[in-house]
């Protein structure tokens, strides 16, 4: 079965500009999360991090500016902040061209921000390579940027740029649950829940519901009480 990602569709991308989270690598608030999570009226999983909201990754070369020599000059973070002055229109007139190219630089040389942007700018860009998009998740998660495990493990779910793998799927959901990422501890919690990918485990479900719950997640919250109720009942039986 094939999840939603929760992306729009690309006439809205072209009509948004890219929205970052101001942690760098950790993970994001609970209530930036569920909100996250909300397509109208279906179940709020599966759902890809959208901390990052892109528009046209393409574009021609802009004329050097003040802060492409301060990026120039800088180190990786410095172009970093100037790619998400470019995508986000920040100070500067919005570029996605000049966005992605300073992407490109800091993720080269191994800032796993700029790793996580350029995975989603290849994710949801004009011409989205998802193989691409999973390899710079990949790098990222690889430094411990929490929003690009969750994405990496999307990727695995759904088999997007990646060979489907349940298993890895569910390994980069855990890891980056464990550290403080409540839609991965959510999803962790629905597969066990309903038995995809793996056997089903109502237990292992309840744990990592409560998990997402002390993370802030109102619904995982809703999800254990139920689930906990029906496993008392059976065992009252």
Do not use: C
């Not at 892109?54 to 004329?63: L, S």
């Amino acid at each position: 079965m094939q999840f939603s990602a929760g992306l729009a569709g690309m006439a809205a991308l072209l009509a948004v500009l890219l929205v970052v989270s101001n942690a760098r690598n950790g993970p994001a608030p609970a209530s930036q999360a569920i909100a996250a999570r909300k397509p109208a009226a279906t179940p709020r999983i599966y759902e890809q991090s959208s901390h990052v909201v892109v528009i046209d990754a393409t574009g021609a070369a802009p004329a050097p500016s003040d802060l492409d020599t301060r990026a120039e000059r800088g180190d990786a973070h410095a172009k970093v902040e100037a790619a998400l002055a470019y995508l986000r229109g920040d100070g500067v007139e919005a570029d996605a061209g000049a966005g992605m190219r300073w992407a490109r630089t800091a993720a080269a040389q191994g800032d796993a921000t700029a790793q996580f942007v350029l995975g989603s700018l290849y994710a949801k860009g004009m011409a989205p390579d998802q193989a691409r998009a999973a390899q710079w998740y990949a790098a990222a998660a690889a430094q411990g940027n929490v929003k690009a495990m969750h994405n990496l493990a999307i990727a695995y779910l759904n088999g997007q740029g990646v060979e489907k793998n349940i298993a890895a799927a569910i390994d980069w959901f855990t890891r980056a649950a464990q550290n403080g990422y409540a839609d991965s501890a959510m999803n962790v919690a629905v597969l066990y829940d309903r038995g995809e990918g793996v056997a089903r485990n109502p237990r292992d479900a309840l744990r990592w519901y409560d998990h997402a719950a002390a993370l802030g997640d109102s619904e995982a919250a809703h999800r254990a009480a139920i689930l906990r109720a029906q496993l008392s009942r059976v065992a009252g039986r």
